[in-house]
């Protein structure tokens, strides 16, 4: 997303590109605007009305950017680029309910304050982790939905193409998506908090979440735009896919990491920290993840036409898992700023760095997709995996030996079938998310059954 490629001034991208500079101060607000409340309390009125703004002034700026928009379509202004670009236009859709909602909510119900702390919930706290979505989601949204020439104004009408006619029923499934992802905001910021507390966490953000994936799933294609999935890899090659690869991508932001988180904290709360050995489930926290995100990229690359063999796909995979790895370690110092509220703190931030930057090199180069269903089953198994290398007494050998067998088949079974689907199999793509569903369902069983060895040591104490 950019100001525009037309030689003449595009408000609407204008508008956008202050959007995307706005969410800047979204993200750090919670740093410094309670500083600059209580250095200049008497200035209350005024702080408490910047942080309204910072949800409402998006909206209001691509309300006016849609305004105009719509002028020139009903108008037939062919200076206008978005015209002859009906497949790509329906995203701005998504982009204003996402705008709209989340002013809505926030006025309606989700009343937090920067400046409002302590009582049963934590408001500042709610509307920190509100607003650090907001802002990570604006750029992701504005960079990985709408072209930089999308919006483009030239001084001279564009040569018109009768085929290029914009089906706004189509919009309606982006629509959907927009409204969901905007309550997905809030609602992480409750569970998140809800986790911190040690509570159960609610399934509102993963419906929430599949109802946000769902539909841009569907107006990106769920089925290649090749036309069939015996065409997929070629389709791949052709760069067709490219929005079929980032709402892949977007599965381990909007479901897989609240779900890791979760599991994080149920792990915890059933099997405490550890004795000793901490530093062998993290390593295995670091090992697991790569090795499972590069033997990703190596089963998905290896079948497309323009790779010669094993070889280049281990090559190639290896460069689309490096720039991860070394933002995942990276993350895992940021318990060192003082993120260290969760149980394990440096597999957090290992995580969540790679759960961000995973997104932005998907726009970058769409293949990096390929390294999506090894780092999700990694996601869904590690935070009961790590618990077997430690130094754990209440924890019976032959009860990790059974879980790393299950969890590790699982996760090697869902790769099998996301090779299948390259290689022409629909049922490999459907086989392959049930697959990566069941290593999650199968550690919630896990941690669900009774520790043998628990009543004998309560007895020998």
Known sequence: MAVGEGDAFSLPATLMTIVLLWSFLQWTAPWWLPELFRRYPESEQRWRGFDRALTLVPFLLIFFAGVDLLKAALTTDQTYSFLNQPEQVIWFAMIFCFAFSSAMLEHFFFKWSLFDEGGDEDDSALRSSALRWQGLLWPLLLFGFLSSDLFAVYSAPLPHDPSSVIDYGTALFPALAGFALAGWVFLSAQSSQRQLRGESDSPHLTIAGIIALIPILAAAGVMPMGGEWQNFSESVVLG??????????????????????????????????????????????????????WA????????????????????????????????????????????????????????????????????????????????????????????????????PLTRRGIESAVLIALSVLALYFFREMMQGSESGYLLGWVTVVAVSITSILFLRLPDQSNSAIDEEE
């Not at 599965?251 to 050995?277: D, S």
């Not at 190596?298 to 790779?307: A, D, F, K, Q």
């Not at 990694?378 to 009961?384: K, Q, R």
């Open 296 to 395: 990703s990229g190596v089963l998905l690359l290896e079948p497309l036409p323009n790779i010669a063999g094993w070889h280049s796909a281990m090559w190639l995979s290896f460069t689309l898992t490096l720039p991860l790895a070394l933002a995942g370690l990276l993350g895992a110092l940021l318990p060192l700023a003082g993120l260290d509220d969760r149980p394990r703190a440096e597999a957090w931030g290992f995580l969540f760095a790679i759960t961000l930057t995973l997104q932005f090199l998907t726009i970058r180069e769409p293949l990096t997709a390929t390294l999506v269903p090894g780092l999700a089953v990694s996601m869904m198994a590690l935070p009961l995996l790590a618990t077997h290398p430690e130094k754990r007494p209440d924890l």
């Open 240 to 293: 067709n896919e490219s929005m079929f690869a980032l709402a892949t991508s977007l599965f381990i932001l909007i479901l897989a990491w609240p779900n890791f988180l979760n599991l994080l904290t149920r792990v915890h709360e059933k099997r405490g920290q550890a004795k000793g050995r901490r530093f062998l489930g993290l390593t295995r926290i670091f090992g697991h993840t790569l090795l499972f995100t």
